[in-house]
């Protein structure tokens, strides 16, 4: 049976699984946005994008998008000990700026694209995305 979501929805709930899979450490969000910002994502043969359709690629998102899904997911997910700016969306693309300032995937350096890759694997085994593609396909 397939699952369906609206893009944005669905992007939100990956956003989630990612965090919940891989945590929420800056590295593992840096990861993320590294994933979304610098590929294209093939959603999953079980999921149907209601806006969209089913067996689909993704194009990359904006950094300020993302931003925004981590700060939220922040604030969902937030306890007493999450510092403030965490929360908010300006933070995270500072810091993606700061330490990851990648635009295209096929230069994301060794070390970045290891995590990438280990991140998109992750969300595979959760039946969110099928492949991660820059130029090509990299799993298919």
Not at 2 to 14: A, D, Q, V
Not at 63 to 72: F, K, Q, V
Not at 81 to 90: E, M
Request: hydrophobic residues 40%; charged residues 30%.
């Amino acid at each position: 049976m397939k699952r369906c979501f609206s893009k944005e929805e669905f992007y939100r709930s990956l956003v989630i699984v990612a965090i919940e899979k891989a945590g929420r450490q800056d590295d593992q969000l840096l990861t993320l946005m590294i994933l979304l910002h610098t590929f294209r994502l093939k959603v999953h043969r079980e999921i149907e994008l209601t806006d969209i359709g089913s067996s689909c690629t993704l194009d990359a998102l904006s950094r300020s998008d993302i931003a925004e899904m981590i700060a939220a997911a922040n604030i969902t997910k937030r306890n007493r000990k999450t510092p403030d700016d965490r929360l908010n969306a300006r933070h995270w693309c500072d810091l993606y700026q700061l330490r990851t300032p990648f635009e295209v995937g096929s230069l994301v350096p060794s070390e970045w694209q290891e995590r990438v890759l280990e991140l998109a694997i992750v969300l595979m085994d959760a039946g969110m995305i099928e492949d991660v593609c820059d130029e090509d396909c990299i799993f298919a």
